[in-house]
Every structure is written in C-alpha cells, then in structure tokens.
C-alpha cells in the first residue's frame, strides 16, 4: 500500500518563504505530485517530480528525493491568495493513479 | 478549463436508495477517477478507468461500481447509499503529457448528502 505524511497545519506571512515536506512510503512509484486546494474548490495542479532534484515553476519549487522518499514543496514571496490547502501525492499503478496525503492547510497572515 | 464537468454539483438522498454520479469530459483524456474528500483524509480513490470498458478498483472502491461506456463519460453508482457515504465527490482526468507528467484535471464536485 501507499502512505503519506505532511504536516497539518502552516503559518507564514506575506513575503516569506514556506516549505512543506512530505514523506511517503509506496510500491510502483512514479514519481510525486503537488496541488493546491481553496475551501470549496477543486485541486489543481502545482508540480510533479519523477527524478531526483529541483523543479521551479514561478514562485513555487518542488523537490524530490527518491532515495530518501522524501519531497517538498516551497513557495516564496508568499500572497495572501496562497492560503490553501496543499497536497502531496504518489503517482503510480498502470492509470497513474495518484494516492494523497492529507494536506497541509497554510495560512497566509498579512 | 480542462473541459470536464460533474452533475448534479449537489444531491441529498435517503439512506438505501441507489444513486449515480456523472463525470463528463470533452477532452478525449484517456484516464478518468473518482475520489472521495472528507476532512482529515484528503482525497481517496474509489474506481479508475483506463479506456472504455476499462476500469478497476482504488483504494476505497466498497459500495461504489463504475462504468464507463464512450471515452467522455465515467459513471458512479452508491448501489445502495449509505450515511458514511456523505462526501464531496471529485471526477478528475489525465492522459500522459509532454516530459511525462500525467497530470490530473479535477471537476468541480459534487457533494452528496445521505440522511
């Protein structure tokens, strides 16, 4: 099966840079997605990880490490319109399938 | 717009009566899901499809059947609705892009009720 861990809960304010981390433990790994959730909408999508690294995508960056199952997400210059909730997710499975963590809920403060 | 939509976008219904969700697409993705979102579990898959007439079982697939019968359309059936059923319901779609992302598009949910 597939497990995912995250924090719950972020705090950060405007301008300031945030990372959040994400554990998983998983069998037919592709690689690790990221997505943003506001209250009372739909995920969408932030980045997605199949090697080892680094990938920047304006304010947001994502990294992995497969070795050490271990990925996260940074956003900096923080925005009061970044409070969402955040979530990591394993792709794999022949459908690519995503399994989810429970997301990380940030709030912005000015 | 990823051209993918859900109906009906809310539905209160009784406890035992069968109920079907609608995801549909205009998109021609190959993969289509269907997750379930309640607080504190993000979201879970219930059934995914992989083509026509292709689907299997996620991670929380019981009490839910699919079917997927033209390319645009996913089909969920609750056969017999149950209280611990009441959730938000996401249709999303994928299909492999350029760098190998496969990225999912989600629809904007559906939020049944079971009382």
């Known amino acids: 099966g597939q497990s995912l861990e995250q924090p719950s809960e972020v705090t950060a304010v405007e301008g300031a840079i945030v990372q959040i981390n994400c554990t998983y433990q998983?069998?037919?790994?592709?690689?690790l997605s990221w997505y943003q959730q506001h209250d009372g909408g739909a995920p969408t999508f932030l980045s997605y990880n199949a090697l080892d690294g680094l990938e920047e995508t304006g304010r947001f960056s994502s990294f992995l490490s497969r070795s050490d199952s271990y990925g996260y997400l940074l956003l900096q210059e923080l925005q009061m319109k970044d409070s969402a909730s955040y979530f990591c997710?394993?792709?794999?499975?022949?459908?690519?399938?995503?399994?989810f963590g429970s997301g990380t809920q940030l709030t912005v403060l000015p | 717009d990823a051209g993918i939509t859900q109906s009906p976008r809310h539905k209160v219904t009784e406890t035992g009566t069968p109920v079907t969700l609608r995801c549909h697409q205009t998109e021609n993705h190959r993969y289509m899901y269907w997750y379930r979102q309640d607080p504190g579990h993000g979201l879970r898959l219930i059934h995914y499809?992989?083509?026509?007439?292709?689907?299997d079982k996620g991670e929380v697939s019981d009490g839910y059947s699919v079917s997927r019968s033209k390319t645009e359309d996913f089909l969920l059936t609750l056969e017999s609705a149950t209280s611990s059923q009441t959730s938000v319901y996401f249709c999303?779609?994928?299909?492999?892009?350029?760098?190998?992302?496969?990225?999912?598009?989600f629809g904007p949910g559906t939020r049944l009720t079971v009382t």
């Open positions: 499809s992989y083509g026509v007439k292709d689907t």
């Open positions: 999303a779609i994928s299909d492999e892009r350029v760098g190998g992302s496969y990225e999912q598009y």
């Open positions: 998983t069998s037919g790994f592709y690689g």
């Open positions: 997710a394993v792709v794999s499975g022949s459908a690519r399938q995503l399994t």
